[in-house]
């Protein structure tokens, strides 16, 4: 959808969900991230809610040692820090 669609004219607002960020990661790397980040830096919105939020970050490093660690560098960076979790701590 990000690369076959002219969709930044009629989006009021790119919502990325919770899930599992690294799904994000593997389908966006590249073009459709430049796009992504391009429409915020014009004025529109971004509204990342749990893994989203720690896709917008320029960095993750969640569940670190455990069995759903994900640990990297992310492409948009709307947040230049690391975005670290889980807020709830390992079970």
Known sequence: FFLTSAWE???ALVVFPGGRDVFYHNA???QA???IREYVELGG???GLCAGGYYGASEIEFELGGELEV???RELGFFSGKAIGPAY???
């Open 33 to 35: 991230n430049s796009r």
């Open 45 to 47: 919105s971004y509204l």
């Open 28 to 30: 966006l790397q590249g």
């Open 89 to 91: 701590g390992k079970g």
């Open 9 to 11: 004219s009629d989006t």
């Open 71 to 73: 640990v990297g560098k």
